[in-house]
């Protein structure tokens, strides 16, 4: 009898990049694309495609790639065909770096433990690492680099460039900054996803759209590519912040390196305490930032009990004011601050 299939829900890059994978290593795989998910489905004529949600009911496991179509970001795709939640998880290989090499799995609330022991199963069968983050809710290396390019438009937005905060956080350490990497990836598809919750708004992304610019494949984002070649810094996208900062009649203020790189960090560090808090494993936690997002060293948490909680308190509760969602400390970094329990040590 043939091996039931793993059946992949989506229509988007996503779900056939994974289904692609999946076919790789020798997994029997049903990509389900309903025809109003979108069109992505149609460029993947080389995989068994299916609009029949009865082929849900005969899947070893259903994975969802949490949607990275922007029409459909959340709720995901599944929700509007009800299969049985206990055989269903979010499986998504580590966004926003798509050859990180690592898995989320993202169970539904009451998904069986022998399905989250398959997908582990599924993921060492493609040869990655795996980490299990919060039932129902985004991925872990989503809503850290959401965060962190929110507070980055903030920065841009009062007295910085794209540039300056790219070569900021490369010199901390990470492979390539967070312009950089939303160019690499599309602007339409990092937008899509808004940190949650939101903080202070910045009108620049919008911007952006307005414009056209949405990274490497449309030849212009926050830098240029002219010839499909390396990145220039664009004065169009300088502008921008410039532009929208005075119409909105805000003072610029100009950040040094080190500026940019404190807010940076601390809102990163402050955003996985978060996700700490909400009882994700914080060894997960820093391995999703190292491996996804290129944090340097052993990761956001690792960092900041190495720095001192109460100095990492100290500076967030100073810049709390600007964005009291980006920078009001989380409680396990407070509990941490007073004596309580190590930040690897939550839980």
Request: glycine letters at 10%.
């Given at each position: 009898?043939?091996?039931?299939?793993?059946?992949?829900?989506?229509?988007?890059?996503?779900?056939?990049?994974?289904?692609?994978?999946?076919?790789?290593?020798?997994?029997?795989?049903l990509l389900f694309a309903p025809g109003d998910a979108g069109p992505f489905a149609v460029r993947a004529p080389d995989l068994p495609v299916t609009e029949d949600d009865r082929a849900?009911?005969?899947?070893?496991?259903?994975?969802?790639?949490?949607?990275?179509?922007?029409?459909?970001?959340?709720?995901?795709?599944?929700?509007?065909?009800?299969?049985?939640?206990?055989?269903?998880?979010?499986?998504?290989?580590?966004?926003?770096?798509?050859?990180?090499?690592?898995?989320?799995?993202?169970?539904?609330?009451?998904?069986?433990?022998?399905?989250?022991?398959?997908?582990?199963?599924?993921?060492?069968?493609?040869?990655?690492?795996?980490?299990?983050?919060?039932?129902?809710?985004?991925?872990?290396?989503?809503?850290?680099?959401?965060?962190?390019?929110?507070?980055?438009?903030?920065?841009?937005?009062?007295?910085?460039?794209?540039?300056?905060?790219?070569?900021?956080?490369?010199?901390?350490?990470?492979?390539?900054?967070?312009?950089?990497?939303?160019?690499?990836?599309?602007?339409?598809?990092?937008?899509?996803?808004?940190?949650?919750?939101?903080?202070?708004?910045?009108?620049?992304?919008?911007?952006?759209?307005?414009?056209?610019?949405?990274?490497?494949?449309?030849?212009?984002?926050?830098?240029?590519?002219?010839?499909?070649?390396?990145?220039?810094?664009?004065?169009?996208?300088?502008?921008?912040?410039?532009?929208?900062?005075?119409?909105?009649?805000?003072?610029?203020?100009?950040?040094?390196?080190?500026?940019?790189?404190?807010?940076?960090?601390?809102?990163?560090?402050?955003?996985?305490?978060?996700?700490?808090?909400?009882?994700?494993?914080?060894?997960?936690?820093?391995?999703?930032?190292?491996?996804?997002?290129?944090?340097?060293?052993?990761?956001?948490?690792?960092?900041?009990?190495?720095?001192?909680?109460?100095?990492?308190?100290?500076?967030?509760?100073?810049?709390?004011?600007?964005?009291?969602?980006?920078?009001?400390?989380?409680?396990?970094?407070?509990?941490?601050?007073?004596?309580?329990?190590?930040?690897?040590?939550?839980?």
């Amino acid at each position: 009898m043939a091996e039931p299939p793993v059946v992949v829900a989506g229509a988007d890059a996503a779900a056939v990049r994974l289904a692609r994978r999946l076919v790789r290593a020798g997994a029997p795989v049903l990509l389900f694309a309903p025809g109003d998910a979108g069109p992505f489905a149609v460029r993947a004529p080389d995989l068994p495609v299916t609009e029949d949600d009865r082929a849900l009911a005969r899947a070893a496991l259903i994975l969802d790639t949490m949607g990275d179509l922007p029409a459909v970001p959340a709720p995901r795709l599944l929700a509007s065909y009800d299969p049985d939640p206990s055989h269903v998880t979010g499986f998504q290989v580590t966004w926003p770096w798509p050859d990180a090499g690592l898995v989320e799995i993202l169970p539904e609330p009451g998904a069986d433990p022998a399905t989250l022991a398959a997908a582990r199963a599924l993921a060492d069968r493609l040869g990655l690492p795996s980490v299990t983050g919060l039932p129902g809710q985004r991925a872990l290396g989503t809503r850290m680099f959401a965060r962190l390019c929110a507070v980055a438009d903030a920065v841009f937005f009062d007295g910085s460039t794209p540039w300056e905060v790219d070569e900021a956080l490369v010199a901390f350490g990470f492979p390539l900054g967070p312009y950089e990497a939303e160019d690499l990836l599309g602007l339409d598809l990092t937008r899509a996803r808004a940190p949650d919750p939101p903080g202070r708004a910045v009108p620049i992304a919008g911007r952006m759209a307005d414009l056209g610019k949405l990274g490497r494949k449309t030849g212009a984002g926050w830098y240029r590519y002219p010839g499909g070649g390396g990145k220039v810094e664009d004065p169009i996208v300088a502008d921008l912040a410039l532009e929208e900062a005075y119409f909105a009649g805000t003072p610029r203020t100009d950040y040094s390196a080190d500026e940019i790189t404190r807010r940076l960090i601390l809102a990163l560090v402050n955003e996985a305490a978060r996700l700490a808090d909400q009882g994700a494993d914080p060894a997960d936690i820093d391995r999703v930032a190292c491996l996804g997002l290129g944090f340097p060293g052993d990761g956001p948490l690792a960092w900041a009990q190495a720095e001192g909680a109460g100095g990492i308190v100290a500076r967030l509760e100073a810049l709390a004011p600007e964005d009291p969602v980006a920078f009001t400390p989380a409680a396990c970094l407070r509990s941490a601050a007073a004596g309580g329990a190590p930040l690897r040590q939550i839980g």
